[in-house]
């Protein structure tokens, strides 16, 4: 099992986590035609490599940004969303 590093609690396995989506991903404005709404809500980029992710803690309730390699799992920081943790 992984270890992920909360920046609230610190590290927890990863069962207590819940993954938020892509931090890169722009919510298409109110006026966005129906195909900009479909690709932002169904189809995601699953990249390979360095992401920058938003996930929840499931224990606190604290919603973060997490860096992570998604080849090799490796995590290589978290930070609260507002920047404070």
Not at 2 to 15: A, H, M, N, S, V
Not at 43 to 61: A, Q, S
Request: with cysteine; glycine share 8%.
């Amino acid at each position: 099992m992984q270890l992920f590093p909360c920046p609230f609690c610190g590290p927890r396995p990863e069962t207590e986590f819940h993954f938020g989506g892509d931090a890169g991903n722009t919510r298409p404005d109110a006026a966005a035609s129906d195909s900009d709404w479909t690709n932002y809500l169904f189809f995601k980029h699953n990249r390979k490599g360095p992401t920058r992710e938003i996930w929840m803690h499931l224990t606190c309730r604290e919603v973060f940004l997490m860096a992570r390699d998604t080849v090799s799992h490796e995590v290589s920081a978290t930070e609260a969303l507002g920047g404070e943790a």
